[in-house]
C-alpha cells in the first residue's frame, strides 16, 4: 500500500494542512530510504548524513541513539534507533551497537542522536561516549566515521569538528 502525493503547481507549503505535510514528509522519507538502500546508495559527505539523520530523528520528543551500519565502500547496509531514553538523557551500550554491527557485517558506523532541547552542542557525555565507542569499535578492525547530532537548525558532526 504506497502513499500518493499529489501537489498542485503554485500550492505553497505554508498552505497545505499538517496531515497533508505528514503525507509529504512521509513519502519523502520513503524515497530516501529507497534510494540509500540499494546496494548503489551510500553517503557520501556530512550534509547528505546530517540531513538523512534530521528527517529521521528531528520530529522524536525523547532523547534517542541510532546507528547507520555501512560496509567497507560506505554503502549502507541497515539504519536502526537502538536506544531509546528520556527528555535529555538516553542510555547508550557499545557491547549493544558493535553486536548490531556483527550481525550486519558491518565495518564502519555513523551513530547520531537527537537533542529535543533543541542544543546541538555535545555534551562531555556525548563527547565521552564517542571516544570510549570508537576505541571499543577498533578493536573489532570497525570504524567510527561520525557521530550525529541531531537538534534545531542544522545537524551537527563531530568528526568536521574535529572531536573524533
Known amino acids: 500500500m504506497g502513499i500518493s502525493i499529489t501537489v498542485a503547481d503554485g500550492v505553497a507549503p505554508e498552505a ?9 514528509i512521509e513519502r519523502a522519507m ?5 534510494r540509500l538502500f540499494t546496494r548503489e546508495g551510500s553517503l557520501l ?22 546507528v547507520v551500519f555501512l560496509d567497507n565502500k560506505h554503502q549502507i ?18 557491547r549493544q551497537i558493535i553486536k548490531r554491527a556483527l550481525a550486519h557485517n558491518a565495518s564502519a558506523l555513523i551513530v547520531a542522536h537527537n537533542h529535543p532541547s533543541g542544543c546541538a552542542l555535545p555534551s562531555e557525555d556525548d563527547r565521552r561516549l564517542t571516544r570510549h565507542l570508537k576505541n571499543a ?10 557521530h550525529i547530532i541531531v537538534a534545531a537548525g542544522s545537524p ?9
Not at 547496509?77 to 557499545?94: A, M, Q, S, T
Open 137 to 146: 569499535l577498533e578493536l573489532m578492525e570497525m570504524r567510527l566515521l561520525d
Open 30 to 34: 520513503q524515497i530516501l530510504d529507497r
Open 156 to 164: 551537527l558532526s563531530m568528526a568536521e569538528r574535529g572531536m573524533l
Open 16 to 24: 497545505m494542512s499538517c496531515a497533508e505535510e505528514d503525507r509529504v
Open 77 to 94: 547496509l541497515k539504519f536502526e534507533v537502538l536506544f531509546h531514553g528520556c527528555i535529555n538523557d538516553v542510555r547508550v551500550h557499545p
Open 45 to 66: 559527505n556530512p550534509l547528505q548524513v546530517g540531513s538523512y539523520l534530521k528527517m529521521k530523528l528531528a520530529a522524536v520528543d525523547h532523547e534517542v541513539f541510532a
